[in-house]
């Protein structure tokens, strides 16, 4: 399988900078009891396809990727790549998400390693829609 690479120039690579940006609005998610809620009509960053939003603070352990899937679905991440704990960003129309290092491991929505040097999968979170809500379960 060939994989896709993001565009990143080599400077963003090393430092480990990621494309996929924290929310606009700030109130667009809460965590309670475990359970993180993105209220999507304030995250305009998920309205298409093959886009995401990085949530860091609030209480969470780590940051998370939210992803609006090319598939349709969400998908959330824990943000972390199991390589060198860089982030990682939606590689848009191939259904992968990628380590934002020179690295560039690959993994697939469900976590799974595809091609690079990370460790092993990644940590995936369940998500439900509904009601114009996500609900992940951390």
């Known amino acids: 399988m060939s994989v896709t690479k993001l565009k990143r120039n080599f400077f963003q690579r090393l430092l480990g ?17 475990g359970t993180v809620t993105v209220d999507l009509s304030k995250a305009q960053e998920l309205d298409k396809a093959g886009t995401a939003v990085c949530l860091d603070g609030k209480g969470l352990e780590s940051s998370l990727l939210v992803v609006h899937g090319d598939d349709g679905r969400f998908h959330a991440l824990k943000n972390v790549c199991t390589h060198g704990k860089r982030q990682l960003d939606p590689v848009p129309g191939t259904g992968t998400v990628q380590c934002c290092s020179i690295g560039t491991s690959t993994f697939s929505y469900d976590g799974k390693l595809i091609e690079g040097p990370a460790k092993g999968p990644l940590s995936v979170y369940r998500v439900e829609e509904g009601d114009g809500t996500l609900k992940i379960s951390l």
């Open 17 to 33: 900078r990621p494309a996929t940006n924290k929310p606009v609005s700030a109130d667009c998610w809460s965590l309670q009891d």
